[in-house]
């Protein structure tokens, strides 16, 4: 029996053993690599089948095939199988073709391919690279940005991470060729000070052909700004002095709008990290990344000057003395304030056990707790890695350091992952998807004790199952950082208390962003921490602005191979129902809630269509949606029957 065994088990050892040797020493694509696999094993099978079943047949039922015959067979099955793969891979270049058209042996060669690409399809537009040389072709209503990201060409597309801003684009010829910015995009360039530099690319779909420059840097680009006024005021002991603690976007949106309204005050922005305004969507990257924070930064320092806000790095507020109205700082200095903003954020949740204070136990919040992380696998050599949390950080985190090459096992305290914002349904395909891509996942458990051993950890999960880790990362929530407000004597319950109006317990400091608590409003997003520092802003420059809390929050999943987002709640209410629609072979699914003809709520996993339609469907308010126009919205995605 052993064998038997042994001879089943070694040639399919060995396959694998030359597949993934094929594919890692010659860089050959991973897919035509398989179908070039599939295809010799079916080739093989019947080459040497072909005579058994012939013999079987011939002691059966006497039928006798003849050794021309057998050989026909043998010889027709592989030119099938080679005309199988050949039109595998002639679609796959054809279909590339119908995307890029690229100008490989000269200028030239590249045009003329492209005009015929043109003529043959009639529909196509041209888009430039300067930097790379390279000609693309896109459909009529495509965004600029499914184009360049189809190239591979260098762009790190924020808004796909719930952050806008970071895919800016020279245009440099055919800018009348593009649609008109809309009201958010302009929004964006403008707190990005790149109102008439550049374009989202995420925004743009060119009507007609363009150019454009990714090497270019739309910051460096000069235009003349009337609207600021860089000359210093005749007393600058009169400007009033307004401090922000904190450079997240809340801290950015703060300060920009202060500045819009207020051209005189003095705007000092105090940071305890080392960075300028980041992505902290992005932060994943760093730790399989080999960049650091490149790609990530959404501020340069030209921002800051320009708009002549005061920018301080690694400085620590620790007191504030309200009475005063001074802030004392790490330093030991005192800087006086006229009206004080809080947006310090919020910060991993540890728990107090003395075990998770130990070396190799990691949160992920800034951008100092990634670099740490790939630091920390590096000099220890770890290969095993637990993340405690199954929410969208920790499956985030667990890709990534799955990327980074550890074994990863990541440990949920619900039954299924992302209980916040998904269904049974699409929580399974989650589950399914992620232990497909190698990380053992474990739900309705969490870690009961820890031992360490040097670096070594030997992790106890409350199911008695034991796992060794090399490193831990725990993704188990975040925290209102309200400490600086208890000793200032602000009210604080879970986050700093504050009115419709940002306005504290004092009146003349503010909080912002996912410090403040206001009833009825959530924190955490990208767009409320934005809304609340454009209502502080205004109130300190004598407006009378109220923030409006948003009821339908959308998440988008970040890891590759799956398309997964939700919006709202699946809180149970009598007046609510559910609309389904779904495929098993595709692991498509979408499930949405509906009150009174409105989307209260949805989920949707690899239906990126259904979802954009139903989110924008969610924001309109005064419209009714009757049974069949969500159906549509649901089966928008479908190229086979839902």
């Known amino acids: 029996m052993s064998e038997y065994l042994f001879s089943m088990l070694m040639p399919l050892g060995l396959s694998i053993g030359l597949f993934y040797t094929l594919h890692n020493l ?3 694509n991973y897919y035509k690599l398989a179908s070039v696999f599939a295809m010799s094993a079916l080739a093989i099978f019947y080459w040497f089948a072909t005579p058994v079943v012939a013999a079987g047949l011939n002691q059966l039922f006497s039928l006798s095939l003849s050794a021309e015959v057998i050989s026909a067979i043998q010889y027709s099955v592989l ?75 260098p762009i790190m597309p924020g808004c796909r991470m719930g952050m806008c801003g970071s895919d800016p684009v020279v245009v440099t010829e055919g800018l009348d060729n593009l649609n008109p910015p809309d009201e958010n995009e302009l929004n964006t360039l403008r707190r990005l000070g790149l109102e008439g530099k550049a374009r989202l690319a995420c925004c743009c779909k060119p009507k007609a052909a363009i150019s454009i420059d990714l090497d270019a840097d739309p910051t460096q680009i000069s235009i003349v700004n009337d609207d600021l006024d860089n000359t210093e005021t005749e007393d600058q002991g009169t400007r009033q002095q307004i401090i922000i603690v904190g450079n997240g976007i809340a801290g950015i949106s703060t300060a920009e709008n202060l500045r819009e309204q207020n051209k005189d005050c003095r705007i000092i922005l105090i940071t305890r990290e ?10 994943e990257k760093v730790l399989y990344g080999r960049t650091a924070m490149q790609g990530l930064y959404l501020m340069k320092k030209e921002w800051y000057e320009r ?48 075990e998770y204070q130990l070396p190799g136990v990691f949160t992920l919040r800034s951008a100092e707790d990634a670099l740490s992380i790939r630091s920390w696998v590096q000099q220890y050599s ?34 299924y992952l992302m209980n916040r ?22 739900t309705n458990n969490g870690i009961s004790e820890i031992e360490a051993s040097g670096e070594l950890k030997r992790v106890l999960l409350k ?93 988008q999943l970040k890891v590759s191979g799956i398309d997964l987002k939700s919006f709202g709640s699946f809180e149970d209410d009598e007046d609510e129902r559910s609309i389904y629609a779904g495929t098993n072979a595709s692991n498509r699914w979408c499930h949405v809630r509906v009150k009174q003809g409105q989307l209260t709520g949805g989920v949707f996993v690899n239906s990126p269509l259904a979802a954009n339609a139903a989110i924008n469907a969610s924001k309109k308010t005064d419209q009714f949606f009757s049974d069949q126009d969500i159906q549509d919205m649901l089966h ?3 190229s086979e029957s839902m």
């Open 463 to 555: 199911d008695r199952k034991i796992l060794v880790a090399d490193i831990i990362l725990l993704c188990i929530g975040v925290r209102a950082d309200v400490e600086l407000a208890k000793l200032a004597g602000l009210e604080v319950n879970r986050g700093i208390i504050v009115d419709e109006q940002m306005r504290t317990s004092d009146p003349d400091i503010f909080c912002v962003g996912d410090a403040a608590e206001l009833p009825g409003a959530m924190g955490g997003l990208w767009s409320v921490g934005s809304d609340r520092g454009k209502v502080a802003a205004d109130i300190i420059s004598g407006g009378d602005s109220r923030y409006h809390a948003q009821n339908l929050p959308a998440v």
């Open 636 to 638: 928008k995605d479908n």
């Open 382 to 415: 770890a290969k095993r890695a637990i993340v405690l949390g199954g929410g969208v950080l920790g499956i985030e985190a667990a890709e990534a350091l799955l990327q980074l090459g550890l074994n990863v096992s990541l440990v949920h305290t619900d039954f």
């Open 274 to 283: 080392a960075h300028h305004f980041y992505n902290r969507m992005g932060l």
């Open 26 to 28: 010659l860089h050959v």
């Open 307 to 354: 708009n002549e806000i005061d920018f301080w790095l690694n400085t620590q507020v620790i007191w504030i003395d309200t009475r005063e109205k001074n802030i004392k700082l790490g330093t030991g200095e005192s800087v006086h304030y006229d009206k004080l903003v809080l947006a310090t954020g919020a910060k991993a949740f540890v728990p107090s056990q003395e």
């Open 79 to 153: 030119v099938v199988c080679l005309a199988v793969l050949a039109r595998g891979f002639i679609s796959e270049r054809l279909f590339k073709q119908s995307q890029q058209v690229s100008s490989q042996a000269s200028l030239g060669e590249g045009v003329s391919a492209l005009k015929a690409a043109l003529s043959q399809t009639g529909q196509l537009i041209q888009v430039k690279e300067q930097a790379s040389g390279l000609q693309l072709l896109m459909r009529p209503g495509q965004s600029l940005l499914d184009t360049l990201e189809d190239a591979d060409l």
């Open 421 to 442: 914002q998904l269904d049974k349904k699409s929580s399974t395909i989650l589950d399914t998807f992620l232990r497909n891509k190698g990380i053992r996942v474990f």
